[in-house]
């Protein structure tokens, strides 16, 4: 199967969800679209301690809380994996980006992170 492209929407859409957390006080350690072969799609993957915290559905739940208080619909709201910090994803991510200034914009792909194999990604944050 082919794999759907990335498109300015989407970017715009996950800047506009990324805005949305930190303007919420939201401090994210990780915010990336990724393109993972196991969903054989793009998926926004976000990451926070604030989410660490939560069961997974009250993190769900938190998200759509704090994305619709600025004024995003569900429409707008791409497939969204929020990922514990601890995640071997997060942490290697974390890792190897640790001393870059600055990440947004930088794309990744053809490589294992972590524990998983990434087709192609696009970076927005990476603390």
């Known amino acids: 199967m082919d794999k759907a492209a990335l498109v300015s929407v989407d970017l ?17 350690g990780v915010a990336v679209w990724v393109y993972l072969a196991e969903y054989e799609d793009w998926r926004l993957v976000i990451s926070a301690r604030r989410f660490d915290v939560l069961e997974p559905r009250a993190g769900y739940r938190l998200l759509h809380h704090l994305t619709a208080a600025a004024g995003l619909t569900a429409e707008k709201i ?23 200034k600055s990440v947004e914009g930088m794309r990744l792909g053809g490589q294992v992170i972590g524990d998983r194999f990434v087709e192609d990604a696009y970076v927005y944050r990476i603390s």
């Open 78 to 100: 791409p497939p969204v994996m929020i990922l514990h910090m601890s995640d071997p994803f997060v942490r290697h991510l974390r890792r190897i980006f640790k001393k870059t």
């Open 12 to 28: 715009e859409r996950g800047l506009e969800i990324v805005n949305a957390l930190e303007h919420a006080d939201l401090r994210i």
